[in-house]
Nanobody, 124 residues
């Protein structure tokens, strides 16, 4: 089992930047592919970005491509999401998640481990 704790959320103006972090503990972090998802009020949880266990491959939702960057540090058991040029529509609770297989990495119901989430609010 792996435990995940997100941090770094907050209030930012349109066009600003935030960096989210997710700290993992428990089983070997480098065995897990990691994903970031977000959920706006009243809406379903959506894929944002994912990174393979080694960090060698990444994938992004079209809505964040070119603005967000996912990265990981297996020595520190962390995965990060650098968010630039933020927009009001990026407002949501952001969750990190872990899974063993890269299969269907963009589907939230394929992840077995989740953090508690961190709120990002982008003001217009």
């Amino acid at each position: 089992q792996v435990q995940l704790v997100e941090s770094g959320g907050g209030l930012v103006q349109t066009g600003g930047s935030l960096r989210l972090s997710c700290a993992a503990s428990g089983r070997t972090f480098s065995n897990y592919h990691m994903g970031w998802f977000r959920q706006a009020p009243g809406k379903e949880r959506k894929f944002v970005a994912a990174i393979t266990y080694s960090g060698g491959d990444t994938s992004y939702a079209e809505s964040v491509k070119g603005r967000f960057t996912i990265s990981r540090d297996n020595a520190k058991n962390t995965v990060s999401l650098q968010m630039n040029r933020l927009k009001p529509e990026d407002t949501a609770v952001y969750y990190c998640a872990a899974k063993n297989s890269w299969y269907q990495f963009s589907r939230y119901n394929q992840y077995g481990y989740w953090g508690q989430g961190t709120l990002v609010t982008v003001s217009s």
